[in-house]
């Protein structure tokens, strides 16, 4: 199979409910299947008007929570959204009948509707339903989901994870939050703290301040927990993040050594990082809640940015053993290790894909930066991106997409993070506030 993903978009949309914050209902019409050959397609149209307030308390909310699924949907590349000004009819209630022949005129092949109530004691519920303006019918029936006020967002999340997952068949990953660097100051002097904000950079949070330096934050698997490297002693250290209380504590490494980039397993029980001792730095892996670490590389090099696999059997890191920073595959418990980058330039930051099928890194040669894909045996590079300074991917929840740090040239530039699809289309920047780098996407909430 090549590297191209098969899709399901189709104009056959299968409606999809929430019931509550989790449990899809289950599809009802079989998709057309469009397979994705080169990387660009057509983008399927969709129209979301307003959704209808059910009281005066809902009226503002129910038009933010339809302008963040539409801008979900829109922001793949995989859809486009028809804007209100070509609207012919609207829906101006949430039982009354569509009129399709209004819909296909403007091309929309799918029409998806909501109704917004906010009862006096906060409860926010929300009911959505999708169309299909080709064959003229409500796909299943309309189902309510239901949170907090303050929660809204989430739930517009969560009604674009449902549309998107039934479109195309495949998991959605806008329900999801990102942990990054924060950064302030002159290039030459910047101050960084740890922030986290969802995906699509709404809902700032910081969770260190800027008295020390940091690096590589890592979600855990279950998005409670972030691995970091702090500087908070003088050297690098790694700790330990509960994102709910902020708690923190140093990661029990060998004192006195240096100690970073480090990541968690599958399971979330241990963690494999780098570890320098006696000038020499090799991967190891430990518990996270202590015990002796576990010796994984003994080569006279510098070998760090291991990642697991998404089984936990296999290990992907840089080495520069060979001359030059390389990207190689070892067991999970060490062992001989196999190189797999083979292309001119040198390989960095190597992160598997949650799928499983995919390898993404960071590649410098001849002056440019690129973030590039390879399958797990090294086969089929390809380079998604290219410019002064581009590095330190991470996936989305579906694998589908990868957030990264871009830095702009020149003594003023700033680093800031950018999405790319797979394919290498679509990129574009994450709305966020000040410079970023060093992301780390959680799995769905």
Known sequence: MSLHKILTLGRMLTFVALSGLAGLAPAIAEPLRIEITEGVIEPLPFAVPDFQAQNAAATEMSRNIARVVAADLAGTGLFREIPSTAFISTITNFSSPVQYADWRAINAQALISGAVSVAEDGKLTVGF???????????GEGLQLAGSTESWRRIAHKVADAVYS???????YFDSRVVFVNETGPKNARLKRLAIMDYDG???????????LVLSPRFSPTGDRVLYTSYETGFPQIFLLQIANV?????????GNMSFAPRFSP?????????????????????????NPQRLTSAPSIETGPSFSPDGSQIVFTSDRSGSPQLYVMGANGG???RISSGPGRYNT??????????????QNAGRFHIGVMRTDGSEERLLTASFLDEGPTWSPNGRVIMFTRESQGAAGSSALYMVDITGRNLRRVTNQGAASDPSWSPLQ
């Open 350 to 363: 190597p992160v598997w894909s949650p799928r499983g099928d995919l390898i993404v890194f960071t590649k």
């Open 247 to 255: 708690g923190r504590a140093a990661l029990p490494t060998p004192s």
């Open 129 to 139: 339903r999708v169309f299909d303006i080709f064959s003229q019918g409500q796909l």
């Open 166 to 172: 039934r479109i195309t068949g495949e998991s959605g």
């Open 267 to 291: 399971d979330g029980n241990q963690v494999v990082f780098s570890l320098e001792q006696g000038g020499n730095t090799d991967i190891y892996r430990m518990d996270v809640s202590g015990g």
């Open 202 to 212: 709404a809902n700032l949070q910081f969770l260190t301040d800027s008295s020390t």
């Open 336 to 338: 001989e290790a196999q």
